[in-house]
Structures are given as C-alpha cells and as structure tokens.
C-alpha cells in the first residue's frame, strides 16, 4: 500500500572549502518540514518511490583568519616595478535563507519475516532542488597592504599615501533572490509500526549541495586591494570551490490505507411462515 507522510528534522550545516584558504571554520544549522508520498513498486513493500515538498530555513557563519592576493607586475610614481602584498583579516560570511524544496527518492526497506515484526530497517536516496532567497553579512577587520620591489630585493610597508599599511575593514549586508540549488540527498534509519496503518520513520539524513549558492555573486579577493575598495565589499571567492552540507536526524509518520480485512455481513432473507 502507499503511504503519506509528514515529516520534520534539522541538524549541523557547514561549508566544504576546497583548496585556496587556510584556517577557516564553518558552522550553522538548518531545519525543515514538510510531506512526502511514497508508491510502492512491489507487492512485498520493498522498493518505492518518494516524492516529497518541504519548507525549512538555514543558518550558516563562515570564519577564514586571513585571505591573500598578490598582484603583481603594478609601477610606482618613480617607474619602479613591485609586487602588491594584500591580506585581509578576518573574513566572516554569514548566510541566512528561508527556502521551499522538491524531491524524488528511491527508497528501500527490509522485508517483513512474519506478521508480528514491529520495525524494520530503511534507507533512501535521491535528488532534491532547493529554492531559496538567502540573505548575506560580510565582514573584514582589518586589510594590510605592503610593497615587494625585485629589482632592490626590498619591501616598502609604511606609506599610506600610496595606499600602504594597515587599513580599517569594512561590513556589509545584502540579499541574494531565488537561488535554485540541487541537492544529493540520502538517508536511512529504522521504521517502527505505531498502529494498524500507522508508521513512524527515524533516520539520519546526510545532503549534499552541487554548488555554492553563492557561487554567481562572489567576487575575487583581487578586486579589493585597497581601503576604498572595501566600500562595495561583498561575498568573496574563498575556495576554487564550495559545497553546502548538512547532516541531522529526520522523522517521519506516515499513514496507509487499511487493509483490515472488514467482518463479512451476510444478507438476511426474509422468509414467511406457511
């Protein structure tokens, strides 16, 4: 029989930097809820297929200590070739979104070996779209710009006319609209029979985004090089690539038609005495 169901779960969320930055740490948590229908492709009730809709939020703060960027190749008022040094300190990325999903599933579920078995085991797997409108907060503490000159084998660190030194940071805000992300998405857990027809799912889901959601805003480190720059801060590209996961735990009641077998009413026949 098919079931409907009714879901709810949350659990730790973070960004998979890949290569370019050191000493960063991402953390946050996103919860959702929503339905699902599951159609059973066998009469045994092992296989299906999920279809489910949800609504949830995430909350995610990204930390890098400091990010870097040589620009090189730059001539100074005297025609002298340098290579500009820049650091900024501190880069903090928060991420906020409110977001509705679709999904598709295949799901697999242990066979039943009698009539009286109350669980069994089950495990899904899958492919969800997420579409979201995210929210940002950026911050830079402080950006440090300093001079390397090859052809006198110096640095030059302390002119701030020329743009050299230490230099305030800056914070900034903004939104991102209608970010569509796809998502793998597996899960698995057990599954306990409450009543007749009715089902409880607890499992442990991990998802994993194909793409940063950000990944059409970010700008290149190398576009803020100097303290006026960081007036238009923005996300920045931290990672030659990044990843949006999440991992918690997820339950589930799900209903199914009866299949109680109904008391057989016989027909009463009236009769008349001779």
């Known amino acids: 029989m098919n079931e409907l169901s009714f879901?709810?779960?949350?659990?730790f969320s973070t960004i998979i930097q890949h290569v370019f930055s050191n000493n960063s740490s991402s953390k946050g948590f996103g919860g959702e809820a929503g339905l699902g229908f599951t159609f059973f492709i066998d009469r045994h009730q092992t296989f299906g297929i999920h279809i489910g809709a949800g609504a949830g939020l995430y909350d995610m703060r990204t930390t890098i200590n400091e990010l870097n960027n040589i620009t090189r190749g730059l001539v100074d008022a005297n025609n002298y070739l340098f290579?500009?040094?820049?650091?900024?300190?501190?880069?903090?990325?928060?991420?906020?979104?409110?977001?509705?999903?679709?999904?598709?599933?295949?799901?697999?579920?242990?066979?039943?070996?009698?009539?009286?078995?109350?669980q069994r085991f089950y495990a899904?797997?899958?492919?969800?779209?997420m579409f979201n409108n995210a929210r940002y907060n950026i911050g830079?503490?402080?950006?440090?710009?300093?001079?390397y000159y090859p052809a006198l084998n110096n640095w030059a660190g302390t002119q701030r006319f020329a743009g050299l030194g230490s230099f305030s940071g800056q914070n900034?805000?903004?939104d991102f609209r209608l970010n569509i992300l796809p998502i793998l998405a597996l899960?698995?857990?057990?599954?306990?029979?409450?009543?007749?027809?009715?089902?409880?799912?607890?499992?442990?889901?991990?998802?994993?985004?194909?793409?940063?959601?950000?990944?059409?805003?970010r700008k290149p480190i190398s576009n803020f090089t100097h303290s006026e720059h960081l007036e238009n801060l923005t996300v920045l590209q931290t990672s030659n690539r990044q990843n949006f996961a999440t991992v918690g735990i997820r339950l589930r009641v799900a209903f199914k038609e009866s299949t109680k077998p109904r008391p057989i009413t016989r027909p009463r026949v009236r009769g008349h005495c001779p």
């Open 187 to 217: 899960e698995a857990g057990r599954k306990w029979r409450l009543g007749y027809d009715a089902f409880l799912y607890a499992g442990v889901f991990f998802e994993y985004a194909l793409r940063d959601p950000f990944e059409n805003n």
């Open 7 to 11: 879901y709810a779960g949350g659990g």
């Open 140 to 147: 830079i503490s402080e950006l440090v710009n300093i001079s």
């Open 124 to 129: 899904k797997g899958g492919v969800k779209l």
């Open 172 to 174: 900034s805000d903004g």
């Open 83 to 118: 290579d500009l040094h820049t650091t900024l300190y501190n880069y903090n990325e928060t991420q906020r979104a409110f977001f509705f999903t679709t999904s598709i599933m295949l799901q697999y579920q242990s066979a039943l070996q009698s009539r009286a078995q109350r």
